[in-house]
């Protein structure tokens, strides 16, 4: 038994003098100081006592290759220390939310009849819930080949239109938020464990790791239905804008209308001002 004791030793000692005289290099530890150690980087010990110096230069460099080796190995282990800590409170982070609760419209006589279904997740009845409760503009035929560039009524058809067609893609866009935020809840419930879960297992660098990844895929998608609602609510402003715009620019053709009136037949808009445009003078409108 000693015999094979001690034939398993050899290899095992001469792997060991070979790693001390040829040491291996080690691969970065990415994270925390970035550390790495690598033995190849220094003059190892065979090297320094194969080198045709003094004894007492060879032991002040093997002082020093050692003290390099020792200053490491501190580094490793307080990158060791760093990791193995954790927070003892997590319940401090956690914030306080709330759902979009769902909406209660009432109806007397089918005016809102599918409007509350809409806003809490039917995205298929968008459009019609819409067309319901609001009236109807008609087809504007009476406007014959009028366009919106010189009919104040057919630019206020048009803008109809488009009231129409932002606000059933709007009610479509507030379903599916409702509907996907139900959805979610169940993945977002077992981030929120995962994260604030004190035991080992949730707890070493990958599983952190992993929440940090899950968190950023919410915080996306998340990014992603706002980006939605953000882009209803600009359609919305702009077209509010348009409203306002048409009303202005039917007032000046209205002043236009009246300067022009004032300018051919003053005496039937204004006597009192007859003479005075006859003779070269103009009249505000």
Not at 12 to 20: D, N, S, T, V
Not at 152 to 175: G, H, K, P, V, Y
Not at 275 to 284: H, K, P, T
Request: charged fraction near 15%; include cysteine; proline fraction near 2%.
């Amino acid at each position: 038994m000693r015999l094979k004791k001690k034939w398993l030793a050899v290899p095992l000692l001469l792997g060991i003098g070979y790693l001390a005289v040829n040491p291996q290099p080690l691969y970065a530890l990415w994270g925390i100081g970035d550390i790495v150690f690598d033995p190849t980087s220094y003059d190892t010990f065979g090297e320094i006592w194969g080198q045709d110096i003094s004894n007492g230069a060879k032991l002040m460099e093997t002082y020093n290759q050692t003290v390099k080796i020792v200053q490491n190995g501190l580094q490793m282990y307080n990158l060791g220390m760093s990791m193995a800590q954790r927070v003892q409170n997590k319940n401090v982070w956690k914030m306080a939310a709330f759902a979009v609760g769902n909406e209660i419209t009432q109806t007397h006589y089918n005016e809102t009849m599918n409007w509350s279904a809409v806003m809490n997740g039917d995205v298929l009845n968008a459009g019609r819930a819409w067309q319901q409760s609001t009236l109807y503009g008609g087809n504007a035929g009476y406007l014959g080949n009028s366009t919106a560039a010189n009919s104040n009524r057919m630019s206020q058809f048009a803008t109809l239109q488009l009231l129409d067609q932002t606000s059933q893609r709007c009610a479509q866009i507030l379903a599916n938020y409702k509907s996907t935020q139900d959805q979610n809840q169940a993945a977002e419930d077992r981030l929120e464990s995962d994260t604030f879960d004190q035991t080992d297992a949730k707890n070493s660098m990958v599983a952190v790791l992993n929440v940090l990844s899950g968190g950023r895929v919410h915080l996306q998608t998340q990014q992603k239905a706002n980006g939605n609602l953000q882009a209803c609510l600009a359609e919305q402003n702009t077209l509010q804008a348009k409203v306002q715009r048409d009303k202005l620019a039917a007032e000046q053709n209205w002043y236009s209308d009246i300067a022009s009136a004032k300018a051919s037949s003053p005496g039937l808009i204004d006597p009192d001002q007859t003479a005075f445009i006859v003779g070269g003078g103009y009249l505000e409108p």
